[in-house]
């Protein structure tokens, strides 16, 4: 299982590379957001995936009980998924708002656009 996770996370990196390195601003933003999901399965898979008990202690124990799953790592991609959602819902408005005024998602032609006093 963790040699599949690791292959995953390997071709959405490569994946979100790809698609970085285009000129589309909303191809760049969802290569970013292919990079963000593949840290969060190398992270997620570091958290040793059993299919042990969830981590819960009983009463009158000094730890659980057999192989039990990691709640740290989960936690944490949690909180990156709604914050990488947040960002990504922004920077989409943005990209929005630059096709609406200029016309164009292409990172080129945007340049362009800024004027010629940039150096």
Do not use: C, Y
């Not at 299982?1 to 589309?24: I, K, P, T, Y």
């Not at 819960?56 to 740290?72: R, T």
């Not at 408005?93 to 940039?118: C, M, P, Q, Y």
């Amino acid at each position: 299982m963790d040699v599949v996770l690791a292959l995953l996370a390997g071709v959405l990196a490569a994946a979100s590379v790809w698609l970085m390195l285009d000129r589309s601003l909303v191809r760049f933003l969802f290569g970013l957001a292919l990079l963000g999901n593949a840290a969060n399965l190398v992270i997620f898979a570091s958290g040793r995936l059993t299919e042990g008990a969830p981590a819960l202690i009983a009463k009158g124990a000094a730890a659980p009980e057999g192989d039990v799953s990691n709640a740290l790592p989960q936690a944490l991609i949690l909180t990156a998924i709604v914050i990488s959602f947040g960002l990504f819902a922004f920077a989409l408005s943005l990209v929005h708002r630059a096709h609406k005024d200029l016309g164009t998602t292409d990172s080129e032609t945007l340049t362009i656009a800024e004027g010629s006093d940039r150096t």
